[in-house]
Protein backbone atom coordinates (compact mmCIF):
# COMPACT_ATOMS: atom_id res chain seq x y z
CA UNK A 1 0.00 0.00 0.00
CA UNK A 2 1.11 3.65 -0.58
CA UNK A 3 0.74 6.29 1.60
CA UNK A 4 -1.07 9.59 0.17
CA UNK A 5 1.35 12.22 1.79
CA UNK A 6 -0.65 15.08 3.77
CA UNK A 7 -1.66 18.08 1.84
CA UNK A 8 -3.05 21.62 3.36
CA UNK A 9 -5.28 22.99 1.24
CA UNK A 10 -6.70 26.12 1.81
CA UNK A 11 -9.17 28.88 0.26
CA UNK A 12 -9.42 32.84 0.18
CA UNK A 13 -12.59 33.98 -1.52
CA UNK A 14 -12.68 37.70 -2.48
CA UNK A 15 -15.62 39.23 -3.63
CA UNK A 16 -16.76 42.99 -4.20
CA UNK A 17 -18.84 44.34 -0.79
CA UNK A 18 -21.53 45.00 -2.78
CA UNK A 19 -23.54 45.29 -6.39
CA UNK A 20 -26.66 46.80 -7.63
CA UNK A 21 -29.39 44.46 -9.07
CA UNK A 22 -28.66 44.08 -13.04
CA UNK A 23 -25.02 44.56 -12.56
CA UNK A 24 -22.52 41.95 -12.07
CA UNK A 25 -19.17 40.84 -9.96
CA UNK A 26 -16.76 38.71 -10.21
CA UNK A 27 -15.27 36.65 -7.53
CA UNK A 28 -11.75 35.12 -7.17
CA UNK A 29 -11.09 31.78 -5.66
CA UNK A 30 -7.31 30.68 -4.86
CA UNK A 31 -6.78 28.16 -3.67
CA UNK A 32 -3.49 27.41 -1.91
CA UNK A 33 -1.52 23.94 -1.02
CA UNK A 34 0.83 24.31 2.25
CA UNK A 35 2.25 21.61 1.81
CA UNK A 36 4.21 19.50 2.75
CA UNK A 37 2.65 16.65 0.28
CA UNK A 38 1.65 17.02 -3.79
CA UNK A 39 -2.14 17.36 -3.36
CA UNK A 40 -4.65 15.49 -6.01
CA UNK A 41 -7.57 15.08 -6.39
CA UNK A 42 -8.17 18.89 -5.50
CA UNK A 43 -11.89 19.94 -5.56
CA UNK A 44 -13.17 23.07 -5.43
CA UNK A 45 -17.08 24.49 -5.65
CA UNK A 46 -18.61 28.07 -4.61
CA UNK A 47 -22.32 27.89 -3.67
CA UNK A 48 -24.25 30.94 -4.36
CA UNK A 49 -27.70 32.58 -2.72
CA UNK A 50 -30.88 32.66 -4.84
CA UNK A 51 -29.77 36.62 -5.71
CA UNK A 52 -26.94 35.82 -7.68
CA UNK A 53 -26.13 33.83 -10.40
CA UNK A 54 -23.40 32.62 -12.72
CA UNK A 55 -22.90 34.35 -16.01
CA UNK A 56 -19.34 33.04 -16.81
CA UNK A 57 -16.02 31.35 -15.43
CA UNK A 58 -12.16 31.77 -15.88
CA UNK A 59 -11.65 27.55 -16.85
CA UNK A 60 -14.04 25.37 -17.32
CA UNK A 61 -16.54 25.14 -14.59
CA UNK A 62 -19.99 23.23 -14.50
CA UNK A 63 -23.00 24.84 -12.88
CA UNK A 64 -26.18 23.25 -11.19
CA UNK A 65 -28.22 25.46 -10.11
CA UNK A 66 -26.63 28.09 -7.04
CA UNK A 67 -23.29 25.76 -7.46
CA UNK A 68 -20.29 26.23 -9.22
CA UNK A 69 -17.72 23.75 -9.47
CA UNK A 70 -14.05 23.48 -10.77
CA UNK A 71 -13.70 19.79 -11.09
CA UNK A 72 -10.56 18.24 -10.34
CA UNK A 73 -6.96 19.51 -10.14
CA UNK A 74 -3.42 18.95 -8.66
CA UNK A 75 -1.57 21.60 -7.19
CA UNK A 76 2.07 20.82 -6.34
CA UNK A 77 3.64 21.96 -2.21
CA UNK A 78 3.67 25.48 -2.13
CA UNK A 79 2.06 26.28 -5.42
CA UNK A 80 -1.49 28.05 -6.35
CA UNK A 81 -4.41 27.62 -8.20
CA UNK A 82 -6.87 30.68 -9.08
CA UNK A 83 -9.98 30.65 -10.40
CA UNK A 84 -13.07 34.01 -11.23
CA UNK A 85 -16.79 33.45 -11.76
CA UNK A 86 -18.73 36.18 -13.00
CA UNK A 87 -22.37 36.46 -10.94
CA UNK A 88 -25.10 38.75 -12.16
CA UNK A 89 -27.27 40.38 -9.51
CA UNK A 90 -30.67 38.84 -9.98
CA UNK A 91 -32.50 40.29 -7.27
CA UNK A 92 -32.23 42.49 -4.60
CA UNK A 93 -31.98 40.26 -1.14
CA UNK A 94 -29.47 42.57 1.03
CA UNK A 95 -26.79 40.91 2.35
CA UNK A 96 -26.03 37.42 0.56
CA UNK A 97 -23.70 35.04 1.85
CA UNK A 98 -21.33 33.31 -1.01
CA UNK A 99 -19.71 30.09 0.44
CA UNK A 100 -16.14 28.30 -1.34
CA UNK A 101 -14.60 24.85 -0.49
CA UNK A 102 -11.90 23.10 -1.46
CA UNK A 103 -10.72 19.27 -0.61
CA UNK A 104 -8.56 16.64 -2.16
CA UNK A 105 -7.74 13.12 -1.51
CA UNK A 106 -4.60 14.00 0.39
CA UNK A 107 -5.28 13.87 3.90
CA UNK A 108 -5.52 17.46 5.49
CA UNK A 109 -4.26 18.15 8.38
CA UNK A 110 -5.98 21.91 8.83
CA UNK A 111 -9.21 21.64 7.31
CA UNK A 112 -10.30 25.34 8.84
CA UNK A 113 -9.06 26.54 6.02
CA UNK A 114 -10.88 24.63 3.79
CA UNK A 115 -13.92 27.20 3.01
CA UNK A 116 -14.46 30.61 3.35
CA UNK A 117 -17.58 33.25 3.36
CA UNK A 118 -17.87 36.39 1.69
CA UNK A 119 -20.71 38.90 1.74
CA UNK A 120 -21.84 41.18 -0.86
CA UNK A 121 -24.64 43.57 -0.34
CA UNK A 122 -26.86 43.19 -3.19
CA UNK A 123 -29.07 46.95 -3.58
Known sequence: MVAIAQ???AITL???R???VGHSVTCT???TN???GYAVGVQTAVTLPSDLSEA???AKCV???NFVDWGLASIPDKGTRTYSATLDATGAGGESTVLGVVQGINPDPKTTNN???QAINVK
Open 7 to 9: ADM
Open 34 to 36: KGP
Open 56 to 58: SCS
Open 14 to 16: TCP
Open 18 to 20: SVR
Open 63 to 65: VNA
Open 29 to 31: VTL
Open 115 to 117: DDI
